[in-house]
């Protein structure tokens, strides 16, 4: 079955440059949400979207941005980029904004901010 | 706001030994309650989960059982391998528009042969 789909799996930066991750979701889920894993940490929620709509909010720093696009995928962009930006960030997608079920998540790209 | 409480990590085992993880939730309503497991350099993995109260979730020989009384979702295995060695997650989703998962803070188990 068709999973989540994130790229890339690795990025190395500087301070100060940016990056972009994308996401694709699994098809017909039109939910996106970014999460972000440091190191020993838990995932924290960064931002959702729905039907291409900001959904939710999280601790995501004004440093970011991020949207869903047409065909639903999501891209996260990551600007000024700091030290303690390095992490694991996640993707996960779920059909409809409502509900409990579960998120299903990719498999991370990993972020190293040098 | 919603949160979820784990036992702090590691939690370390010998293979076939009994495990048990707490976790427990603050949450308004009826959410939903999740274990993930991540194992090294890997991705967050669907567990079990369940969706009521009393519910029990169960996969691969782990169980867990929504219990509202005690706004608790513990994890448990009878008999544990070395190939469970991993980070395992509670988390909840509250539903009703409020759909992020919130986690807690991982529980690492190691389990030696």
């Known amino acids: 079955a068709a999973g989540v789909i994130q790229s890339p799996r690795h990025l190395i930066k500087e301070k100060r440059e940016t990056a972009t991750l994308k996401c694709y979701p699994i098809?017909?889920?039109?939910?996106v949400y970014w999460y972000q894993q440091g190191p020993g940490q838990d995932p924290q929620f960064l931002i959702s979207f729905y039907e291409k709509m900001q959904s939710d909010k999280g601790s995501i720093p004004d440093r970011f941005s991020a949207q869903q696009f047409s065909d639903y995928h999501s891209e996260l962009n990551m600007s000024s980029l700091e030290l303690g930006d390095s992490a694991l960030y996640f993707c996960?997608?779920?059909?409809?904004?409502?509900?409990?079920?579960?998120?299903?998540f990719g498999e991370g790209s990993r972020l190293t901010v040098l | 706001g919603n949160s979820v409480t784990q036992m702090e990590g590691p939690v370390t085992l010998s293979e076939e030994a009994f495990l048990t993880i707490n976790c427990t939730y603050t949450a308004t309503g009826y959410p939903s309650l999740f274990w993930y497991v991540q194992y090294p350099g890997e991705g967050l993995q669907l567990l079990l989960k369940a969706t009521k109260a009393d519910d029990k979730g169960s996969n691969k020989g782990f169980e867990a059982t929504y219990r509202k009384e005690t706004t608790s979702f513990h994890l448990e295995k009878g008999s544990v391998q070395v190939s469970d060695s991993a980070v395992y997650f509670c988390a909840l989703r509250q539903g009703g528009g409020y759909n992020k998962l919130i986690f807690g803070a991982g529980t690492r188990l190691a389990v030696h042969p």
């Open positions: 098809p017909r889920h039109d939910t």
């Open positions: 996960a997608s779920s059909p409809g904004q409502g509900g409990t079920g579960e998120l299903f």
